[in-house]
């Protein structure tokens, strides 16, 4: 299932792929924007993630009804659709120089498109790979137009059943796609670790026989450590600068400091994963036995004085006979003069 978007690997036999979501966090300001993507690259991210609509293709300018964000208990209460995507969005035209920066330092950029016309804008940008939100994860007509362009898929499921993904995939597959990640997402912002069902991703792995990531909304990292653990190969987190100069993501976004610990710690846990492994695992664990209990003389014997457990003992180091021996030897007479600290070994009794 491994395979390459751009120059990074994806799977099990690569770390981790961390993506940066700059998502609406650039507040509108290019510099902002560039800024972003220069710290995104300190932290060690592999890749820097932006959006690509405008308000006028995800909605319609009403300020009532569905269009209208009521729910005292949403993170955006107050606010219209049409408001909240026109702060959010990333212009079109600061696209190829978010990109141009993420390349020089060494990062892979992409976006998430919201309908066709911004997959075509994109592919005229050569991205390297393509992201479906949760959100447009049902919209099989997008799905079949960033499909047929070749590229890896990275889709969110946040919201959507199993019979649901089933048809995205399907469409995906059928549509051209080869490569494809599949992120395990709770949609709710900020999420609870109690609702990220992170085993979720070993059985999404089997049931659709793909690369299986994580698209993290929970605060800290613990969620997305854990998750490597259960098979992710990918994890998606937002990013800002400071989640105190605000903006529509910046309650759920990661700061620099937290994103570069991110990266360390998923990449450790990627290495303690390991394989089945008994016995020493290196060549500095075998040394380690040499310090193991044995059984050890430790009083002064004349020959032919018996074993008792005054003068027979299991201490360390390890290089007397194994301590299950110990009940063979007790009452067995040494055939020499022996000094306490000598290890035990069947020649002195032999």
């Not at 993507?37 to 405008?54: C, D, M, P, R, S």
């Not at 939100?133 to 990275?154: C, Y």
């Not at 998750?227 to 529509?248: C, N, W």
Request: aromatic share 8%.
């Amino acid at each position: 299932m491994s395979f390459n978007i751009a120059h990074r690997r994806i799977g099990a036999d690569a770390a981790p792929f961390i993506i940066a979501e700059m998502s609406g966090n650039h507040n509108q300001s290019l510099d902002r924007a560039l800024q972003i993507v220069e710290a995104a690259a300190k932290t060690g991210a592999h890749a820097l993630k932006i959006q690509t609509y405008t308000a006028d293709t995800m909605t319609l300018d009403l300020r009532e009804g569905e269009f209208f964000v009521a729910d005292k208990n949403n993170l955006w209460q107050g606010r219209t659709l049409y408001e909240l995507y026109a702060q959010a969005h990333t212009p079109w035209e600061w696209h190829a120089p978010i990109f141009e920066r993420a390349r020089a330092l060494g990062m892979i950029p992409f976006s998430t498109p919201f309908d066709a016309t911004a997959v075509d804008y994109l592919e005229a940008l050569d991205v390297a790979c393509y992201k479906i939100a949760s959100f447009e994860n049902t919209d099989l007509p997008l799905i079949r137009k960033v499909a047929a362009t070749g590229k890896p898929m990275i889709i969110s499921t946040g919201m959507a059943d199993l019979a649901e993904l089933d048809e995205t995939v399907r469409t995906a597959r059928e549509a051209g796609c080869k490569d494809l990640v599949l992120l395990q997402c709770t949609s709710t912002y900020p999420a609870t670790p109690l609702d990220s069902n992170l085993l979720t991703i070993p059985h999404m792995r089997q049931a659709f026989g793909c690369e299986i990531g994580l698209s993290d909304h929970t605060m800290g990292i613990g969620v997305s450590v854990a998750s490597v653990a259960l098979g992710a190969s990918v994890i998606e987190k937002h990013f800002t600068l400071d989640r105190a100069d605000g903006g529509v993501d910046s309650t759920f976004s990661m700061e620099p400091a937290e994103m570069a610990m991110l990266v360390i710690e998923t990449e450790r846990a990627w290495q303690g994963l390991g394989r089945v492994q008994y016995g020493p695992a290196s060549e500095n664990e075998a040394t380690s036995r040499g310090y193991r209990r044995s059984l050890y003389v430790v009083q002064d014997m004349a020959a032919g004085e018996a074993f008792t457990p005054q003068n027979l003992r299991a201490i360390r180091p390890g290089r007397g006979l194994p301590t299950r021996h110990f009940e063979t030897l007790l009452g067995k007479r040494v055939n020499q003069a022996v000094k306490r600290g000598t290890p035990a070994g069947w020649d002195l009794v032999g």
